[in-house]
């Protein structure tokens, strides 16, 4: 079998099993579920920063590769410290509530239940 054609045969196959609106909704609530986990992820890694102000100096490396990222885009666009205070979680944070809520727009049955 070639290469091009693996997409129409997985659809071929499970075509009876799923209709494209059960996959669309399965990948819908796939990327809201993944957006609400780094939404805590970010509430943690903000958490663990202000431990640095009494001389905690605990942020585990894979929140750190998670949400630098993140952080770094966004400073790269706006300039989000003020003062001393990183504002760029909270403009992330901001940037996912405004995906998830067009999510939820897209199909209403992910916000908040598993798909049916």
Known sequence: MQKKYWFLVFF???GPLFSIMQIMTIL???LFTF??????IIFLDVILSWGTLIGIHFR?????AITLPLYETVRRFIP?????????????YIIIIF???????????????LPK
């Open 99 to 113: 995906i998830q809520s067009l999510l939820i727009s897209i199909d209403p049955s992910i916000g908040g239940v």
């Open 60 to 64: 585990p490396k894979f929140i750190q």
């Open 12 to 14: 071929c196959t499970i």
């Open 35 to 40: 957006l609400n986990i780094i939404t805590w």
């Open 80 to 92: 989000s410290s003020f003062s001393g205070i990183d504002f760029a979680p909270i403009i992330v």
């Open 28 to 30: 819908l609530f796939s």
